[in-house]
Every structure is written in C-alpha cells, then in structure tokens.
C-alpha cells in the first residue's frame, strides 16, 4: 500500500508538472508571437520615420536660403512681382521686421513686411504661386487686406508678413556649410 500511494503522488506530481509545463509553454508561445508583432511593426515605423527623414532632408535644403540681406530679399520680391506679370509699381514697401537666431547657431530666421497696392485677389494668388515656385524658402505668416476707397473696384492694398530661415555661416564665410 506504501508504494502504492508513492505512485499515486508521484503520478500527481507528474500531471501537476505537465500541466504547469503546458501553460507555461502556451504563455511562452503568446509572447513569442506578441514579440514577433511587436518587432513586425516597430520594423514598419522605423522604415516610416527613414522615409519622413529622408523628404525633410530635401525640403529642408530647399527651404533654406544661403542669404539673408535685405537687398537680397527686396530683389527677389520684385523679380517674383515681375515673374507673376504684376507690374513693379505694385511694390509700395518692404520692411525688415526682425532678423533673430534660430535653433542652430548658424541658423536666423529673417521677417519681413511687404506692402502691395492696388492688388486684385487674383493678382495676389498668382504672386504667392510664383514666390512658392521660385522661391519656397519665403513662408507667408499673415495677410491683411484693406481696400483703399470704395469705387476702387476689386483693388485693395494687401500686406503680407513673410519670413525665410538663412543660413548666416554661409554668409558670413563665403562658403557651403560643413
């Protein structure tokens, strides 16, 4: 009877091991195909995050002037003004606002204040599709449109807040940046 009851526990102990054995196995399994997912899709950001990298990358060199001069910035409006078949005239003012340091040291962002006269809605849109053409460093911040008089027909006066980030090592050096 003794060697019976020590088969029987031992039996117990046996199924109560397998069983034990068993979940931690399915568990094991669970985790493993959670783990296998998991790293799937942290595959898939990363290709994703590679890929966002890569077209910042080409805006960014788009998107940053190599010059920041006021002289710069009054000629290129007025080629922009011209390249949109606006006529010169059109071109009341342009005002420095600010020139301030960005993030990297080399790096300042330059605000200025154009101030367009006797503009139509669709004169305006064919100078910002033309200064996003030739020039896409230029981002418009602001518009304010008022309209000069009444029987001036479709005219306003338009002035438009822009700014550009240059880089001012290239300036100040001469040089392409390191």
């Known amino acids: 009877m003794k060697g019976r009851a020590f088969g029987m526990i031992g039996l117990a102990i046996f199924v109560a091991s397998a069983t034990v054995l068993a979940i931690v196995f399915a568990r094991w399994r669970s985790a493993a195909d959670a783990f296998d997912r998991a790293n799937a899709e942290f595959m898939a950001v990363q290709q994703q995050v590679?890929?966002?990298?890569?077209l910042q990358a080409g805006l960014d060199t788009q998107r940053i002037a190599t010059a920041g001069s006021r002289a710069d910035a009054l000629a290129q409006m007025a080629d922009?003004?011209?390249?949109a078949g606006l006529p010169g005239s059109a071109m009341r003012s342009v005002e420095e606002q600010s020139d301030v340091a960005v993030g990297d040291a080399s790096l300042r962002r330059q605000t200025l204040r154009l101030?367009?006269?006797?503009?139509?809605?669709?004169d305006l849109g064919r100078f910002l599709a033309q200064l996003e053409r030739?020039?896409?460093?230029?981002?418009?911040?602001?518009?304010k449109f008022a309209r000069p008089r009444r029987g001036d027909g479709n005219h306003y006066e338009v002035v438009l807040t822009l700014a550009r980030v240059y880089d001012s090592y290239v300036r100040s050096q001469g040089v392409s940046r390191p």
């Open 115 to 122: 101030s367009l006269t006797r503009t139509t809605p669709h």
């Open 50 to 54: 590679d890929d966002i990298l890569s």
């Open 134 to 143: 030739t020039h896409p460093e230029w981002g418009v911040f602001r518009i």
């Open 80 to 83: 922009t003004l011209a390249a």
